[in-house]
DNA sequence: TTAATAGTGTCTCTGAGACACTATCGT
DNA sequence: ACGATAGTGTCTCAGAGACACTATTAA
């Protein structure tokens, strides 16, 4: 075809072009407040950050030194920005096959000091079970875990400010209004344990009343019961197991009823 | 701060960086298939695409030339991609001041064969009479509306089948799912009319019957009855007129009424 | 028996969905 | 009067929401 012909005419420095392109990724997770035998869980929704540290892996002074920051780094040019974050999520935590979703694009003139870089956010749904190897690398000098309630009070790095409130106002949204929910939760669940996901982001009182969702959970079309399957984990009362089932859900705003 | 120091040993070119960096529209309008005196409009939705020139503006040849593309360009340094998009829905089709939005973002390796380019895709919902003055530009030698149902068959430049194909299915959910549908009606609009605009995505029969809609959309908590107004556009009778009005939409999965 | 969680009985109210019917106007 | 669109009357059925009640178990 005639493109190559074109190819060889076509001159890639033309353009000033970006300085840097990133993936940066909001790693979330559940933790439980208190937990105690024969009781429901109470629960809180944590994002994890890291420190960075003052000096590079060359021992030169760093940018945003000490600072808090999303993880990520830089999108090598054979991957996408979200192979990019799988890897880099691979990396730093050590967790694979995980929820991973792209949600931003952060791209304002000025937003990095270094030049021209822009990122991708992703958002990450991690069991707390599986973020039990999380350590610091190169550039980190610390892993930890912040409430999304307080975690804007930090020094943050960047823009990250930005992308962590953008994060936590998706990753609400996305609990209330698909069925990531499933992600923070074991394969077979009490209505009580899926209620106490949904209340680290929600008072509503359709949720927050035990009497109302319990009845509710057997209506919803994307979640069945296993037939006879109880636990005690949450009550003496032995109490059913559901779990979720892959339907196509559709929330036009002209249905009152899905 | 000791940002300034790190400043200065930070080497911008340690990282090999992207090509070029661009943002793409998908120009979507509705046009009405006919329209008569007193009958609700029959409409199509339909998206703006652009014919790449054979030679670029220096006469070369032209990369992907002759086939159908997204219009867009590359984004300046001092600009945002959703900046920069705006910037060119002006210059192109001379509209401003109407719905854009963000929805994706394309960089596969290999997508475009001048190297690593990156490209964000937009959408923008204009109305038809705006769009009266498109006209083709430097590297355009025609700009065409078609149906998003038969666009898919069009020979395509670089990705634009991919993006074109997610940014009708982004149509298609926001237009069910939010009130953008107000972008394609005027001001004040008949239950007709707006149950014309929803029937370009949708067939469901809530939608599609008519006192079945005529009902429903004095109960939508986003629309109010404009009190004693009406029309005959739609029809010999006079039709009640409505609006949409600012009301925060909540569509929680685990709520079954809004 | 008690305390705690799980789950049901029952009532009221709203709205969905279907179908037939009425209303209003230009021609 | 006719034809076309707009809009209502009425019925049935499902489910939301509230509240009180019952069920099950460990300790």
Redesign the interface.
């Known amino acids: 075809m005639?493109?190559e012909?074109?190819?060889q005419?076509?001159d890639?420095t033309k353009?000033?072009?970006?300085?840097?392109?990133t993936s940066d990724i909001a790693v979330f997770t559940i933790l439980p407040v208190k937990s105690e035998e024969f009781r429901p869980p109470v629960l809180d929704l944590k994002i994890m950050l890291i420190k960075r540290s003052m000096t590079d892996s060359e021992g030169?002074?760093?940018?945003?030194?000490g600072k808090w920051a999303l993880p990520g780094g830089?999108?090598?040019?054979?991957?996408?920005?979200f192979q990019s974050a799988k890897r880099e999520l691979r990396e730093e935590t050590g967790v694979d096959h995980i929820h991973l979703e792209?949600f931003g694009?952060y791209?304002?003139?000025g937003r990095d000091?270094?030049?021209?870089i822009?990122s991708?956010a992703h958002f990450a749904i991690v069991p707390e079970h599986k973020l039990s190897d999380r350590r610091a690398s190169d550039d980190a000098t610390a892993v930890e875990l912040f409430s999304v309630h307080d975690v804007l009070q930090l020094p943050l790095a960047f823009d990250h400010a930005e992308i962590i409130q953008d994060a936590v106002k998706v990753i609400r949204q996305k609990l209330?209004?698909?069925?990531v929910a499933k992600e923070f939760l074991p394969e077979e669940f009490t209505y009580s344990e899926l209620q106490a996901v949904?209340l680290t982001v929600?008072n509503?009182s359709?949720?927050a009343l035990e009497s109302a969702f319990a009845r509710?959970i057997k209506?919803?079309p994307?979640i069945e019961e296993i037939a006879g399957k109880k636990t005690t984990r949450t009550s003496k009362r032995p109490t059913q197991l559901y779990r979720f089932i892959d339907v196509e859900?559709n929330?036009?705003?002209?249905?009152?009823?899905?």
Chains 1, 2 share one sequence.
């Open positions: 005639s493109n012909h074109a190819l005419q076509y890639v353009y000033r072009t970006p300085d840097g392109y030169r002074p760093n940018i945003e030194a830089f999108v090598a040019p054979n991957e996408t920005a792209h694009v791209d304002t003139p000091p270094r030049g021209w822009i991708n209330l209004e698909t069925t949904l929600t509503d359709a949720i509710k209506t919803l994307f859900i929330h036009s705003i002209y249905h009152t009823k899905m």
